[in-house]
Structures are given as C-alpha cells and as structure tokens.
C-alpha cells in the first residue's frame, strides 16, 4: 500500500503539483467566447445519522460531540485546490512530507486539552467514523484517497465496510502516520467540502467551487479556470 502511495505521488510531482498560471483578465484564446458564470456542481452527497453511533446512549453522545468538535475547528468546510492534500491529523507519511507542499488538517489534534471527550478507552472517541465519512464521500466524488488503517474493531454505522478506517494521532509515535486518512484533489479545478447539521443528520457535499466558463460560439466547448 505505501509502495502505491510514492507511485501516486511520484505521478503528482511530476504534474498536478505544479504553480497554476494566473489568468487575467480574460485570456486571449478566450476571446470571442460568451463568459457565463458556472453553478455549483455537487460531485458527491452522503449522510450521516448522529444518533446511530452506537447501540450505547452514553457512547452515542460520546462520538457525536467529538464528530461536532472536530467539525467545529475545522470551521465545518474546507477547500482543495488542484494537487493539494488533505491529511485528518498533521503526524504524515515521509513521501507526503518530502513534497514540500503544505497539507491541510482537521486543525485539532482529538485530545483532552482541546475539549474531546473519553468514553472511557481513549479521547477523542468518534472521529474515525468523520473520517470514515469523509473518506467515503472524497471517493465518490473522484479525488485520489488513501486509509491505510481499517477499523476492524467494531463496525461504522452508515459506512461501506471498505472505507471504515481507524485514525490516531501521537505526536511520539511516528507509526500513527499509517492510521490517517489522505486526499488529493487530482483533478484540475478547486473541490470544496461542506459539512451541515440537519436534524440528527450530518450532511457532507463535495462540489466544483463556482468559477466561470467560456462558451465558444462555434463548438460549445466549456474551458473552466
């Protein structure tokens, strides 16, 4: 598995993990063109029920408040531009590192000082099932995605088998780079994560950030930046 992780990112080095050129105002090849505002495209959509964390009442409220915390430092959205990576906690694989690009987080780190809750095993309890979810839907919505770590333990409600993982972060123990969860946004325009609460549901939307398109008058080609 880490062998097909360098691959992937050997194959990103050499093309996505490139500066994008600035356009402006308006291109020359561009000209000529109808320029139309684009609507947003929802890529993926999953749901998530809070109240079926578990069959235990305690252990339910225990995952859902540190699904809602971990959300909350996140700011409950997050965006990834063209050949950017995502990683659930900050402690990441030495292929991720030598890149030398930065990598956006889940922003906390799951410990008592930042508010987790414990159920009694560990802190933080809950937040493989976010990341089991967001796993699930980055997926679906085509981004390159790697959980090295499955949750055999005990079954994710409202998951697929193949994407329940089990994350950890350890500052001393370097081992827990195997137990996150990595996205790549492989394709060329910016992909936005939308996390909502409606009701005892957790909703997550991936969608095309909104840009703009040129509509060529000849063969309706859209060209999107």
């Known amino acids: ?9 050997l194959l990103l080095t050499g093309s996505l993990l490139k500066p994008r050129e600035l356009i402006s105002p308006v291109p020359e090849r561009l000209i000529g063109g109808s320029l139309i505002e ?6 993926a959509f999953q ?16 995952f859902s408040k ?20 995502f990683a659930f906690h900050e402690n990441v ?11 956006k987080t889940m922003k906390s780190h799951f410990i008592a000082s930042e508010g987790y809750c414990s159920s009694g095993y560990l802190y933080g309890d809950g937040v493989c099932h976010l990341a089991s979810f967001l796993y699930w839907a980055a997926s679906e919505a085509g981004l390159e995605t790697l959980g090295l770590t499955a949750h055999g333990f005990q079954p994710i ?16 123990d370097l081992s827990s780079a195997k137990q996150n969860l990595y996205l790549v946004n492989n394709l060329d325009y910016s992909i936005r994560f939308v996390f909502k609460i409606k009701g005892d549901d957790l909703e997550l939307k991936v969608v095309r950030k909104n840009g703009y398109y040129v509509k060529n008058r000849k063969s309706a080609s859209r060209q999107y930046w």
């Not at 540190?66 to 990576?85: C, K, Q, R, S, T």
């Open 93 to 103: 694989l030495p292929e991720i590192n030598d890149l030398g690009i930065g990598v």
């Open 157 to 172: 409600p409202g998951v697929p088998e193949k994407y329940m993982i089990a994350v950890k972060y350890s500052p001393l």
């Open 47 to 62: 749901s998530l029920d809070l109240g079926d964390r578990d069959e235990n009442e305690y252990l339910n409220e225990v």
């Open 1 to 9: 598995m880490a062998q097909g992780l360098i691959s992937l990112f």
């Open 66 to 85: 540190n699904i809602l915390l971990a959300l909350d430092y996140l700011g409950f959205e997050f965006v990834l531009e063209p050949g950017e990576v």
């Open 38 to 43: 684009s609507k947003e495209e929802i890529l």
